[in-house]
């Protein structure tokens, strides 16, 4: 079958299972409005980052890439009372779009937003001594997945679950010439989850309205 007929299946799965709510769907058309590309997460693929969120037990969840807080919502729904959410987002009006929409959802006291270059932040989440993530989600730019995937594990703890979302890129991982700066970051990170003695990982290829891709799925031993 061909991609049509994905993403029809899909949008038939996640209207008959996920039901995303208007506070969500709000975030999706958010985005569109502030030109923001439609690279958010699927909604099937947001209720799997609440799930696993909560399956885990996370309290503490770091996300690296924010767009307009559509995965942000989904991570944050999945928090207990007292629970919390730092979201890296280089860029400003990303973020503010994406900080209108989380204090509509009710959960503006819940998630932290932080400007500016992921490594910087995570260097400065590092040095301010931060309690460690339960949960990190690693969406932002792929050429620096590996560098993240490093910081999750040092700023995580054995049992922190880490998620890479973008791992196969329309099958470009197999033909880094597509693509090469994004791909080379992609197939590093996989590398380092499956050789890594600090990591035991797995992942799942994907298909739907986000074309061809899949996830990437760690615990930090
Ligand atoms: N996680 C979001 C969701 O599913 O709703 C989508 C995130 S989008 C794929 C990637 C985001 O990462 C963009 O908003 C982009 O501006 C941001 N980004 C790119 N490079 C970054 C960097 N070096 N540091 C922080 N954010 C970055």
Redesign the pocket.
Same mark, same amino acid.
């Given at each position: 079958p061909a991609a049509p007929a994905w993403s029809a299946v899909e949008d038939y799965l996640a209207e008959t299972v996920v039901r995303p709510d208007r506070t969500l769907l709000h975030?999706v058309t958010s985005?569109a409005e502030a030109g923001?590309?439609p690279?958010?997460?699927a909604p099937n693929?947001?209720k799997l980052l609440q799930l696993l969120v909560r399956l885990s037990g996370a309290r503490r969840v770091l996300?690296?890439?924010?767009? /307009?807080?559509?995965?942000?919502i989904w991570m944050a729904r999945g928090l207990p009372d007292g629970g919390r959410l730092v979201s890296?987002?280089?860029?400003p009006g990303?973020a503010e779009v994406a900080r209108a929409n989380i204090d509509d959802a009710g959960l503006g006291a819940k998630v932290e937003i932080r400007v500016?270059? /992921?490594?910087d932040?995570l260097r400065a989440l590092k040095e301010e001594d931060a309690e460690p993530f339960d949960f990190v989600?690693i969406? /932002?730019?792929k050429e620096?997945n590996p560098h993240y995937l490093e910081w999750a594990i040092r700023l995580g703890r054995s049992g922190t679950v880490v998620v890479i979302?973008?791992v196969v890129w329309d099958g470009a991982v197999l033909d880094p010439s597509r693509d090469p700066a994004n791909v080379r970051g992609i197939i590093a990170a996989l590398q380092m989850m499956g050789e890594d003695p600090r990591l035991d990982g797995t992942a799942i290829q994907t298909v739907g309205t986000k074309g061809w891709d899949g996830f990437a799925l760690a615990l930090v031993r």
């Open positions: 975030a985005a923001m590309p690279i958010e997460v693929a947001g996300e690296i890439g924010t767009l /307009a807080g559509f995965s942000t890296c987002e280089y860029l990303h500016g270059a /992921a490594l932040t989600f969406d /932002a730019d620096n979302d973008n």
